[in-house]
């Protein structure tokens, strides 16, 4: 009997088009959205040149401390290494091309250098750093000169003006660097996860007698409800892990995605929140008397909000969350198990890893607890 | 008026479903845009990032500076100097940043040898980058004064490095009454609304579509004394009037949360856009309410098209760091050119005809949109009744 019902419910959720969509489509979906625009920030793109415009006017034109020819050697298209372009106009044009958004950023030399910017976006603070370092280094030069009393060898000013070593040496603290790319890969795995939560609502839909007829017709079989439940689950549990390990592979291996070496203990998570998911979704199921499209919805909504709070629309939510409400973070169950897969991409030892599972158990257990204590001994009168 | 409020009642009974998403949704868009205010690392009044520098040589006057230098501008953090503490601030991003200044580096840096400092940092992040630059140039300008001025004390150094590296260019803004940062948040605001929008309005419309198209309802409606033009304009009167409370909800969550600096030109230019949009995402919502029958895909439909269309027009990650290949078929969603409106919104100074055309092309673009879909709808419903009627 056990066999039977095992085969038939995994027949049937295999023909459910909704489960299929929610887990493999979506999902997949998502991913690919994920690799084409979160992704694609942080790879090496060719930098566009950022442009700028400098006041014509007697300071500039007469300028011998060098920033004239600094402004040109930063901008040259025969330079490979410029990164703006530049426009030597009058003070009214400078304004006219700001406010039109045709150039970020424009400088007046009267004096000392001033910079008029209309936003305090990327390109915006690239203008002033480089400004900055123009000034700086000036100022070190200007003070070398002078502190050598005049008795300065005026060829090594080129040589000071360039002096730019690199002093620093990146080391690595774990195997993989701190990466804030794989938290949304890793948040969406989450979602997939707890996305079984929809077929564990079917679940008590199924057996539930008030909720369904073909429910109706399975409470007359002489058949243990635990029974019953656990070899529906079962099948269902099967479903979700086969299509979890679908997307799992084309994020690994289609886009790239690096999950760490430990890949038995990231089945282990992808199980465990799958579990974790469908108990969720018995657990709502058997509490709220609605139709099982509204509980579809409320679950799909629920996910959703677990899914933004883990970081899959913008992972600085899930470190602000982390910081401002933290309780938040530790019963989100899509956050644990991001975090979870986050610590074995990261952590070269298992402490956070056990932390995260052992939450997700305890989860579980509550969400089964809730679940049976719900469905136990609920007989129906024979009228 | 019949259908018009059959169309109510069926709202009345998913009024739970539709809600939740409008409030938690918007509840999400005020929480990431509060938080975002204190998180933007682009902005050119630098951001401080949380470092931790461990000190493996002696507390020479060249390490000194250099901790005087970054606890400046800088939130300077102590998380411990083993290897599982600074893993756990990083992973909770308690710290962005920690340098080690290895033994003996003093006596090296003085000697020309080659030596480097050691940091750890979060990857491809802005305040790593900000941190390598600031770091780098405080020895180099240190190098610059011993290798040119023997004689002097390490205490003078010392002073005009962190003169040098103190100054900074006069910047001013263009229009200085203009405060970009709460333009900025208003900006994210609207783009995070527009998710929020997008989502309730194509789900409370499928659902409500979705009964009233149902094969026997349509039958019974279809022979009542009514004409088919009527019930059309009824449902399109209950699809406007869902649609524009929503739209008032998230205006008004956004006057509350912003109070009076909404009530600037920006502010009311941006709650135009979302009129706009909302337009756009009434017609889009109608389309696939006339495609889709099966109620459980309207969930997957409406989820799908929010999430994707917002995704790639710029609503979670901006705009400028999309590629141009993104950006290009975002071109053909309405959402894409509701963010450009947004965006182009803030960049004014001076509201004048030449300025705000930009902004108008977004509009007029976002109305063609919604044109467009309405256009398909409409041949869509008459297909489906030329077919009822063979």
């Known amino acids: ?383 | 008026m019949t259908v018009f409020k059959a169309y109510m009642k069926i709202i009345k009974s998913n009024i739970t479903l539709v809600s939740l998403y409008t409030v938690i949704f918007l509840i999400i868009a005020v929480m990431m845009t509060s938080f975002n205010s204190s998180n933007r690392n682009m902005n050119f009044k630098e951001e401080k990032v949380k470092i931790q520098i461990i000190n493996n040589d002696t507390d020479s006057t060249l390490v000194q500076g250099l901790i005087d230098v970054l606890a400046e501008k800088n939130d300077i953090v102590d998380i411990g100097e083993d290897k599982e503490s600074i893993q756990d601030a990083l992973f909770f991003r308690t710290v962005e940043y920690v340098v080690t200044v290895p033994e003996n580096f003093t006596k090296d840096f003085y000697a020309g040898k080659d030596v480097d400092l050691e940091k750890i940092q979060i990857d491809q992040s802005f305040s790593g980058y900000y941190m390598d630059s600031l770091i780098n140039k405080y020895f180099n300008t240190w190098k610059i004064y011993k290798d040119n001025n023997i004689n002097l004390s390490d205490e003078i150094i010392k002073e005009k490095v962190i003169s040098d590296l103190g100054k900074e260019t006069k910047t001013t803004l263009f229009d200085e009454n203009k405060d970009t940062s709460i333009l900025e948040n208003m900006n994210y605001y609207f783009n995070m609304a527009a998710y929020a929008l997008l989502g309730s309005i194509i789900l409370g419309i499928m659902i409500c579509m979705s009964e009233l198209n149902k094969d026997k309802i349509k039958q019974r409606n279809l022979c009542s004394p009514v004409k088919p033009k009527t019930i059309s304009s009824n449902i399109i009167l209950g699809n406007c009037i869902l649609s524009f409370v929503i739209y008032l909800i998230t205006t008004v969550a956004g006057i509350i949360f912003f109070k009076d600096d909404i009530f600037t030109i920006y502010g009311l230019l941006m709650i135009l856009n979302l009129f706009t949009i909302t337009l756009c995402c009434m017609f889009m919502a109608m389309v696939a309410g006339a495609l889709v029958k099966s109620r459980a895909a309207i969930t997957a439909v409406s989820t799908t098209l929010s999430m994707g269309l917002c995704f790639i027009s710029g609503v979670f990650i901006p705009q400028s760091f999309l590629g141009d290949s993104v950006k290009y078929i975002a071109s053909f969603s309405p959402v894409y050119w509701f963010v450009k409106g947004n965006n182009d919104i803030i960049k004014i100074s001076n509201f004048n005809l030449d300025n705000l055309k930009p902004v108008l092309y977004s509009f007029a673009i976002e109305l063609g949109f919604a044109i467009c879909l309405l256009v398909i709808y409409l041949v869509i419903s008459k297909q489906k009744a030329k077919r009822a009627e063979n």
């Open chain 1, 1 to 383: 009997m056990f066999s039977h019902l095992f085969v038939n419910r995994l027949k049937i959720v295999l023909r459910t088009k909704e489960v299929l969509f929610w887990n493999l489509c979506f999902p997949i979906i998502l991913a690919s959205l994920f690799s084409m625009t979160v992704v694609n920030t942080t790879q090496n793109e060719e930098l566009k040149k950022v442009d700028i415009a400098v006041i014509s006017n007697l300071a500039y034109e007469k300028d011998e401390s060098g920033f004239k020819a600094f402004l040109q050697e930063v901008s040259s298209e025969d330079n490979e290494e410029a990164i703006f372009k530049l426009k030597v106009v009058d003070e009214n044009e400078a304004k006219s091309l700001l406010e039109d958004d045709e150039i970020k950023g424009y400088i007046n030399l009267k004096g000392d250098i001033e910079l008029t910017v209309n936003g305090s976006g990327y390109e915006e603070t690239l203008i002033k750093s480089f400004l900055d370092y123009y000034k700086q280094r000036s100022s070190t030069i200007s003070n070398v000169i002078s502190l050598n009393s005049g008795q300065f060898d005026i060829t090594k000013i080129q040589d000071i003006a360039s002096e730019a070593k690199d002093y620093l040496k990146n080391i690595k603290v774990s195997d993989a660097a701190p990466n804030v790319t794989v938290i949304y890969f890793y948040a969406l795995l989450g979602m997939t996860c707890m996305y079984s939560a929809t077929v564990g609502s079917e679940e008590i839909v199924t057996i539930q007698a008030n909720l369904s007829p073909e429910a109706s017709r399975i409470g007359l079989a002489p058949f243990n409800k635990l029974k019953l439940f656990v070899s529906s689950a079962m099948a269902s549990l099967l479903v979700q892990l086969g299509l979890l390990m679908i997307l799992l592979m084309y994020i690994k291996f289609v886009l790239g995605i690096d999950f760490g070496g430990n890949a038995p203990f990231v089945l282990l998570t992808c199980i465990l929140g799958t579990v974790t998911g469908l108990l969720f979704g018995t657990c709502i199921s058997s509490i709220l008397k609605i139709s099982s499209n509204a509980k579809i919805g409320i679950i799909i909504c629920v996910n959703m909000t677990f899914s933004v709070l883990a970081g899959m629309m913008n992972s600085g939510v899930k470190y602000l969350i982390q910081e401002n409400v933290p309780i938040i973070a530790k019963i989100n169950p899509i956050n644990l198990i991001t975090d979870a897969l986050y610590s074995l991409y990261y952590y070269d030892t298992y402490n956070r890893f056990i932390e995260n599972i052992a939450g997700l158990c305890i989860m579980s257990v509550i969400f089964l607890i809730i679940t049976i204590a719900v469905l136990r001994r609920q007989q129906y009168d024979s009228i």
